[in-house]
Structures are given as C-alpha cells and as structure tokens.
C-alpha cells in the first residue's frame, strides 16, 4: 500500500511553478555593455547556451516541488490481516453441459452468464473457502475449495462446454462430488449451490445424493436457469451449418425442490441474468460468515530518494550557474 504521512503538504508541489511565474513576471535587469552598432550580428543564429540560459532557474524550481514532495512523507506499507471466526465453506457445482449454451439470457448463453455471476459471488465472499465442481454426463472437481479467490476466479473463467460424447446431466454425481469435497470440513456451515438447466439423465439419484449431504451436514441450494416458453440452442447442420431451433425447458423442478428440502436448503428458479445475479445475492445473505477481521499496516518512509532528487537538482543548478552559464559582467 502507499500513502502520504503529511498528503496536506503536497500543495507545496505548486511552489516551483510559482517561483518560475514570479521570474518571469518580474524578471531582474540584467548588466549591459554598449556597442556602437550590434547590426551585423542580427542574423547569427542563438546559441546553446542562449536558448538554455534559464535552465538553472527551472531545474531549482523542480527541486522545490521534489523537496515538497519528500516532505509530505511518501510511504509503502504492508497490510496483514488476523481472521477470527467462523466461515463458510461453499462449493459451486456448475452445469457444462450442451443445453448451457441456450441464448434465452440474450446476448449471452446460459453458462457465460452463469460463469459471470458466480465470480461476483466469490468476489463478496473474500474470507470464506470456495471450491468448484463442474458436471455433465460425468462430474469432478475443477478446483478444491480454497481462500486464493484469484486462482478461483481464474479457474471459472476456463470453465467451458463438455464433449459431445459427455454430453448429459448427472446431477445426482455432481451433488455426491461436491459432498466429498466438504464432509471433512470443519467449518460450522457448509454448502452446495447447484446450477443446472435440465433434468438428471445419468449417474446416481438426486435424492440420493442428497441424503448423502444431509448426512454429513450440508445444504443444497439447487437453481434452475431457463425460460418456460423455451430457448433457442445452435444446433450443427453438415449442410446448413450451424442454426437455431427452439428448445423446450427440462428442468424437473419438483425433484429441485425435494432434494433442497431433504438438506434443508431451498430452490430457486432463474429466468433472466437478473434473476440469477438475485438468487446468489439471497444466498449471500442466508449464509453469512461470522468473522472479525483485524487489519495491520506497516508502513516504511520512502522521502529520502526524493530529498536526494532535490539536493541533486539543486547542486547541479548552482554549478551551472557558476560556470557553463555564468555571466560576465
């Protein structure tokens, strides 16, 4: 972190465009020798030294302005964190497959704007630990659950369509995966959310599944994202290429809310990006973390490489001064 001890002097920085102001507003006369005609000498071009004449006068009043800025105290400083508390453990098991790429949350697909939502949602949680679970025909854990939210978010981005031969909705597996992934957590409160848009085709029982959780202590809170009247999804034509059919919803809402029910969790349903982004927003505040967070700065001074900047530009425009651009008489 930086910061400024004295920010309030920082104002001083405008001394040297003073001092540059009031030299040339009342510039000193200067000594003068007379010649009986200069005439002759109008056409010469201006020397170097002519056209740098006031540097020593500019580079002093840089040194005040660096000079103030040392003393307004520039710092760097670490900050630590002491945590104390109870947090939530959260696995996000996420729906990848072929049906997510529904365009009913226009202009988006249904798994690109459920991707932007779940980071959101691990942005406002910085102190609980979050892992994810991405599922299909076959369901397995993309990362484990973890408090380097930036690696989690890096994570969700990469999180793409499945295989078309994996094609397929295993909800009952993904529910038991993320379950593994939580059982042994100590944490007090510890969760599931399911983000899914179709009805388990493959793999285990649901509500099975789901009394594995309630086993072990863990909520499920399931939520359906489409559109009751349908959806239109690409389809690829050899011929054609790739065109838009209208598509149905398949969500089976009814074993939704049973397996929530079971583990004391609750179903949503979400037909629209905003819908969706208020389902995790109520979830947010049903399952919040109970922590103290105290913070520590430590902040070392970094004004002495200005003060050198300044006793430099200072020592150059006095020598300069005195010789290059010394004037006689």
């Known amino acids: 972190m930086f910061r400024f001890a004295n920010p309030w002097l920082l104002f001083a920085v405008l001394s040297g465009p003073a001092l540059l102001f009031l030299y040339y507003r009342f510039r000193p006369a200067r000594a003068r020798l007379k010649f009986s005609d200069l005439s002759p000498l109008a056409d010469l071009p201006k020397t170097t ?19 103030s800025i040392a003393l307004a105290r520039p710092q760097y400083g670490e900050k630590r964190e002491e945590i104390s508390g109870e947090g939530v453990d959260i696995i996000i098991a996420l729906d990848t497959s072929w049906s997510m790429r529904s365009r009913d949350f226009e202009p988006k697909n249904r798994l690109e704007v459920a991707k932007n939502v779940v980071k959101e949602f691990i942005m406002k949680r910085p102190y609980d630990r979050i892992g994810l679970v991405v599922f299909s025909a076959i369901a397995f854990t993309h990362s484990p659950l973890t408090t380097d939210h930036q690696i989690l978010l890096n994570f969700v981005d990469r999180v793409t369509f499945c295989r078309r031969e994996h094609d397929g909705t ?7 995966v993320a379950t593994e992934r939580v059982r042994n957590s100590k944490a007090k409160s510890k969760v599931i959310i399911l983000v899914t848009d179709g009805e388990n085709n ?6 099975q599944a789901a009394e594995i959780a309630r086993a072990f202590k863990v909520k499920l809170y399931p939520i359906g994202i489409y559109q ?6 690409p389809v690829d034509d050899l011929i054609f290429g790739t065109r838009y059919v209208v598509s149905m919803p398949k969500v089976d809402e009814s074993m939704m809310q049973q397996i929530a029910e079971v583990t004391g969790g609750k179903y949503f349903r979400a037909v629209d990006p905003q819908a969706l982004e208020k389902v995790f927003s109520e979830i947010d505040k049903m399952e919040k973390s109970k922590v103290e967070v105290k913070r520590y700065y430590r902040y070392s ?3 002495f490489p200005w003060a050198l900047i300044g006793i430099a530009l200072i020592l150059v425009s006095l020598i300069l001064s005195e010789s290059y651009f010394r004037r006689i008489p």
């Open 49 to 67: 030294r002519a056209r740098l004449a006031d540097l020593p006068v500019w580079l002093f009043a840089l040194a005040l302005s660096v000079f």
């Open 170 to 176: 295993a909800i009952g597996n993904a529910i038991a």
């Open 202 to 207: 493959r793999g285990i029982d649901p509500v």
């Open 228 to 233: 009751p009247g349908g959806s239109l999804v």
């Open 301 to 303: 001074e970094r004004f």
